[in-house]
């Protein structure tokens, strides 16, 4: 989600999933509304300058919904399922302004060239518009190369990333059509293509080309599709020689990339070519002072984040510069090498009067002076190394050391349920209790199997002992026969002296801050983590909280993390794959790092708040992390596996059905395409009269709808439907299923009349059945006569839906609590706010018992409740929602999330109502504070906020 700065109201919820009694869904984050009425606003600013006082009344509140991502079933016996959002209520007028250059768009509703729709393109420069089309330049898979479009065909998926720093959340769009009627039912606008070359009328060509470059050009990619992990790295314009026609050669500072060739399109221009660049060494210190002269800025100095270099020492935020601080060096062409490293800010008695003196923890350089535009301060924090020299051992284990405490495991008594809190017990203290002075099991091991410390092992005391050491010999292994350096490992069972730190008594002698700082230095100084993920389908590393920290370290101080396991776990990684893909999309799905354990309270407490205050993104990034380096491992084991097999197979088939059903099931469509075709291809050649064959082409119709390739999606169904009244009854679920699914495509593109005709024909073979498939069908269809204002309609299709799930022993899921909240929203529009907020009560009941009082639905539904009060009037009620919805937010997602600024601004505009400007100021502050790092000074949510915030700060200066 973008960072917004608009009204919330309704929060929007995903329906039910397609599936049995067992299903479970992911829910959608916050709605947003259109902010402070434009006239009200201006009457705020002409009643400020009069002295006069603030009119009462509700806000606008048009509802902005943007669309998340639903579960999927994975079950192989039942079909796919499909589910779908709410559709938003879309404002009466829109006009072209609310697209702007660099926005990201994908083009939908065309009919006249369908083809185009699906494809996503970046939008031109407004001196190639027409006073009601947009100019928009496609990447290279699309058939044309750019159009101009009608804003009711794009819906807007991302706003330009801002200069320099992470990437910003994906805004995905609202599209911008003016009526339901506008997405296709009747004849549409035809979209203009850009004429051809034997055309008298000049094509639009994007305003910059290639020769508004130059080698040496400081740039920053965005907009990329096919390789979006780039968008919002920055880079140097690499010498001429490496270009071609119509690409630019870009190397970049920090990125597993390291150059790219890439259209101008998706370059934005951060400074231009530095003059010469001198590299001094100051023999005195020892330092290397690094010269770098000042550049010239092209752009808007606003949405840089690098401070020019005139600005002096004393002018930055000692916070940021202070001694022991972590940096990144960033910019840097003449000794490019230090890009991306990391380093602590060493004693000020090294400092210069212009640069700061650096100690690096990685690399060959020891030091350096830099100037301050030439490192990102990443701020001192328990998850920052913030000391060049460790507490604990630098020195790492070699996969020979770690086989010698492995021999020392053989013949004993139980040893294959040994955890490795009992191997350290029973083994690794009894064998180093007679050494003398440092009492670790690596001081007994001759100097050949110990060096310098290069991966970081990050496992759980809970898990069994031979398994670990497995996967840390598999993987020490695996990179003697790549031919990689050799591996020295941080095994911390091995590397520390238990006898003196105790971590096997559950009590350790040494406190949380030794822990802390150490084991994040050791992280950082290592420069790779990995993670033993044993059994792999249920990780104990992921319910440990020590796990957690070190997984946080690793993503605040960009350290990779890769998945290791025993070999003993590949083999049954094939069998379950074949068996029930549907376990490992759970058991990913079911990682929640706030359930996480520790042996101590304290140090539980200590890192639940580490991870609430100081890690981006809180628990959902920490997740994230989990789930990606698990997909990775399956990705990779699952490709190995995969080539096993007869190549032709019943196996390969499903293998690799399987395999697509798992990434789908993550949200790695791209991925899921790949494996759904290839069984797609093993299946066909095999035979056209399986009852595989329309589950494979379903499932690609769900992908493709994910990736909002609808053409393709289409085509998939169609092929789907034939297929299966080959080889089902015309009556059968799977039937159902697929009219169903092809209900919510034609939901999701705005086609509501086709959309309720296969939801209808659904029900139709559903209704037979009456189980929790039909509840969501006429879930959806609820959220259909909701998106097109029939809201007593979808009063009784929720109702309906409701009692179905109270029927099967379902009253209290999460699917039920999405029905009474969308219950509450029909409502609530209705203007009955009394029945609106009795609903949200009864989701909010729900979602407490079902997610805990920390989750994010929770949040949403105490902001459902704020919105309702707030319309009824009672503004100190919704007060007090909105400080719940507030801290669950900030919980989750970090102070810096766009939901936060939202919230805030939530919160400023019923205190403006309240006629409390001096807090509605400080809270639009703090949401201008989120998001003008994160867009820009141009980008409208910020323009509104900073006139909400100009609006409340004249008003307060009159009370």
């Known amino acids: 989600m973008g960072c917004r700065t608009s009204r919330q109201t309704d929060t929007q919820d995903e329906d039910s999933p397609k599936g049995g009694a067992g299903s479970s869904a992911e829910y959608g984050g916050s709605t947003e509304t259109d902010g402070l009425d434009q006239h009200m606003l201006e009457e705020l600013l002409r009643q400020a300058m009069q002295g006069g006082a603030m009119p009462q009344g509700p806000f606008d509140d048009t509802q902005w919904e943007e669309p998340s991502n639903p579960d999927f079933d994975n079950a192989t016996s039942e079909g796919n399922g499909a589910t779908h959002s709410e559709k938003p209520d879309r404002p009466s007028s829109v006009v072209v302004t609310m697209l702007f250059p660099g926005d990201l768009v994908k083009v939908r509703g065309l009919i006249t060239r369908p083809e185009l729709n699906g494809f996503t393109g970046v939008v031109m420069p407004e001196s190639e518009w027409t006073s009601d089309r947009v100019a928009v330049c496609f990447d290279d898979e699309c058939p044309s190369d750019h159009a101009l479009l009608k804003p009711k065909n794009l819906a807007t998926i991302k706003k330009p990333p801002p200069s320099g720093g992470e990437n910003s959340s994906p805004d995905v769009g609202t599209p911008l059509s003016t009526s339901a009627e506008d997405t296709g039912h009747n004849e549409p606008d035809m979209d203009v293509p850009a004429p051809s070359d034997s055309q008298t009328t000049a094509s639009p060509t994007p305003s910059t080309t290639v020769t508004s470059f130059e080698p040496g050009d400081r740039v920053e990619v965005y907009g990329l599709v096919n390789r979006a992990e780039l968008n919002g790295a920055q880079g140097i314009v690499a010498t001429k020689d490496e270009w071609t026609e119509a690409r630019v050669a870009v190397n970049f500072d920090n990125n597993n990339t390291s150059k790219a060739l890439l259209k101008v399109s998706n370059l934005k221009l951060i400074s231009t070519t530095p003059e010469p660049i001198n590299v001094d060494k100051i023999q005195t210190t020892e330092l290397v002072n690094v010269e770098k002269m000042q550049t010239t800025q092209k752009t808007n100095p606003t949405t840089s984040t690098t401070p020019p270099s005139s600005v002096p020492l004393s002018t930055i935020s000692p916070d940021l510069i202070q001694p022991g601080a972590q940096v990144k060096v960033i910019g840097l062409t003449k000794r490019a090498e230090l890009n991306g490293v990391l380093g602590v800010i060493a004693s000020k008695e090294e400092w210069t009067t212009e640069r700061v003196a650096v100690n690096f923890l990685t690399g060959s350089t020891p030091k350096a002076l830099l100037k301050r535009q030439n490192f990102v301060a990443m701020g001192s924090s328990v998850v920052r190394s913030t000391a060049s020299n460790s507490k604990i051992s630098q020195r790492g284990v070699s996969v020979q050391g770690v086989k010698a405490l492995l021999a020392l495991l053989t013949d004993k008594e139980g040893v294959s349920e040994w955890s490795v809190k009992d191997m350290v017990v029973n083994v690794i203290k009894p064998c180093t209790v007679q050494l003398e002075g440092n009492r670790s099991f690596l001081a007994s091991l001759p100097s050949d199997q110990v060096g310098q410390a290069n991966l970081f092992v990050s496992h759980a005391w ?482 509104e906020t900073t006139m909400n915030l100009t609006a409340a700060t004249m008003m307060g200066s009159k009370q």
């Open 462 to 943: 809970a898990a069994k002992a031979e398994e670990t050491i497995h996967a840390v010999i598999a993987d020490g292994e695996d990179r003697m026969n790549k031919g990689e350096p050799e591996a020295f490992y941080y095994f911390d069972v091995v590397c520390n002296d238990q006898h003196m730190i105790d971590q096997a008594s559950g009590d350790s002698a040494m406190g949380w801050e030794w822990w802390t700082e150490s084991f994040t230095n050791m992280i950082c100084g290592c420069g790779r983590m990995l993670v033993v993920a044993s059994p792999f389908d249920a990780p104990i590393v992921t319910q440990r909280a020590w796990c957690l920290f070190e997984a946080a370290v690793a993503m605040a101080n960009s350290i990779p993390v890769t998945v290791i396991t025993p070999p003993s776990q590949k083999a049954s990684l094939r069998e379950k794959i074949l068996q029930n893909s549907s376990v490992l999309v759970a058991m990913m799905k079911s990682i929640d790092s706030r359930t996480a354990k520790a042996t101590v309270q304290e140090d539980l407490n200590n890192i639940r708040k580490m991870i609430e205050t100081e890690v981006s993104g809180g628990y959902t990034a920490v997740n994230a992390l989990y789930k990606s380096v698990l997909s990775e491992w399956i990705l990779d084991v699952g490709t190995a596996i995969f080539a096993t097999f007869e190549p032709t197979s019943d196996d390969a088939a499903q293998f690799s059905y399987n395999l697509g059903l798992i990434f789908h099931g993550v949200s790695n469509y791209p991925q899921s395409v790949g494996f759904l075709n290839k069984a797609l291809e093993i299946q066909c050649a095999r035979s056209q009269k399986h009852k595989r064959l329309p589950k494979i082409l379903s499932t690609l119709g769900l992908t493709y709808n994910k990736m909002s390739n609808y053409t393709q999606a289409i085509g998939m169904y169609d092929r789907a439907l034939s297929a299966a009244n080959d080889v089902y009854a015309p009556t059968d679920p799977m039937l159902g299923d697929i009219y169903h699914e092809l209900g919510y495509l034609y939901d999701n593109i705005g086609q509501f009349e086709k959309a309720m005709e296969f939801y209808e024909k659904a029900l139709e073979i559903r209704n037979t059945n009456l189980d929790a498939n039909t509840a969501v069908t006429l879930n959806n269809m609820g959220l259909v006569f909701k998106s097109t204002g029939r809201y007593q309609e979808a009063i009784s299709s929720f109702e309906a839906a409701l009692k179905i799930y109270s029927k099967m022993g379902d009253s209290a899921t999460v699917v039920t609590a999405s029905a009474y909240n969308n219950l509450g929203l029909c409502y609530r529009r209705l203007g009955d706010f009394d029945q609106a907020i009795g609903l949200y009560e009864q989701a909010l009941a729900i979602r407490l018992e079902v997610l805990g009082p920390r989750h994010e639905e929770v949040g949403h539904t105490y902001g459902n409740l704020a919105v309702a009060y707030e319309s009824k009037g009672n503004i100190q009620r919704a007060h007090e929602f909105y400080k719940k919805d507030l801290e669950i937010v900030l919980q989750v997602h970090g102070p810096h999330h766009p939901s936060v600024a939202t919230t805030y601004n939530n919160m400023a505009g019923s205190y403006m109502l309240e006629g409390d400007f001096v807090t509605a100021r400080d809270l639009y502050q703090k949401s201008l504070d989120i998001c003008l790092p994160a867009l820009g000074s141009d980008h409208p949510d910020v323009k």
